[in-house]
Every structure is written in C-alpha cells, then in structure tokens.
C-alpha cells in the first residue's frame, strides 16, 4: 500500500512498476532458462559422443559405411561406354560427355566433370584439337587434372573394346593420341 502511495506521489501509476518489475524478471529468468537448456544440449551432446566412441564396433561400422558410400558413389559414376563400331554412338556418346562433363564443372563437381571430359577426350578423332580449346578453356589446376586422368579413360575404353571383342580396334587407337 504504501508502495503505491509513493508512487501516486510522483506522479508513476502503479502498475507502470509493476509492468517493470515483471518484465525485468521474465528477461533474466528467460536467460537464466536459455543457458540452462543450452548447457544441457551441449551436455548431452558430450554424453552421446563419449558413448557412441567408446562402443567397440564403432569404427568397424563406421569403415562400411564409408566402404558404402564410396561404392556407391563408384557406381553412380560408372560411364556406360559405346559401341565402338557406330560412329553414330561414337559421336553421341562424345557429345554427351561433353556436355556432362561442362555442366558438371559449372554445378562445381570438378572430379566427375574431368571424368565425363576425359572420356570425351578418349574418343575424339581429334583429341589434340579438342585438348588445346579445353586448355583454353578450364583453369589450369581443372585442365591437369584432365591430363591426369586421360591415361585411365584410354585404359578404360580400350578395356571395354576388348570385352566387347573388338580386339582389332584398339590396336588402332595409340597412346600419342591419349597424351
């Protein structure tokens, strides 16, 4: 009572203080909650990576999942190679890398664009040509990379004529043309 008295006196209505009091309280009892669910998190957080670490299987499991995930990435990466016979598929096949290769190196993906471009280069009927619009054309750190993995991409080409039982045909393509 008195309180309020001292109030009116000065001319502050009484729930003018009432309003502060309370809105003082609820911001450092809202601060006080926050840290306290903060530190909490952060204690849990602790509490779950020391149990998941000490478990005996957890780098086992966590070397398959990599194993898997590296598998997979493996197979979605896997070119389907054309038949060299039709240079009809020879040339769409060329195109198509091409055009992979470019909108995968835009998107950033730099690993799979060199690969969808080296395989392009692999079957070029003029892979010199082509080489030196790509060195004009791709930043010098993307465009060794690309060298890099030619040799691979010829291998890999060469590996799919002669499964595919045209021995005969990759005795013409030479490695001079690869490098």
Do not use: W
């Amino acid at each position: 009572m008195r309180l309020r008295h001292y109030l009116l006196r000065f001319g502050l209505p009484y729930n003018f203080y009432l309003q502060r009091g309370i809105e003082m309280m609820s911001r450092t009892t809202l601060g006080i909650a926050a840290a306290g669910a903060g530190l909490c998190f952060i204690g849990y957080c602790i509490y779950f990576d020391q149990k998941r670490r000490s478990d005996p299987d957890f780098k086992q499991k966590l070397r398959e999942k990599r194993k898997k995930l590296r598998q997979q990435k493996q197979a979605q990466s896997k070119t389907q190679l054309p038949d060299l016979s039709s240079p009809e598929a020879m040339q769409r096949f060329f195109l198509q890398e091409v055009q992979q290769g470019e909108e995968l190196l835009a998107a950033g993906d730099i690993e799979n664009g060199v690969e969808h471009l080296s395989n392009a280069v692999a079957v070029c009927g003029q892979p010199q040509q082509l080489l030196q619009v790509l060195q004009q054309t791709l930043p010098p750190q993307v465009f060794q990379l690309l060298i890099q993995r030619l040799p691979s991409a010829g291998q890999r080409l060469m590996m799919s004529s002669a499964a595919a039982g045209g021995g005969d045909q990759s005795a013409s393509l030479e490695e001079d043309d690869l490098e």
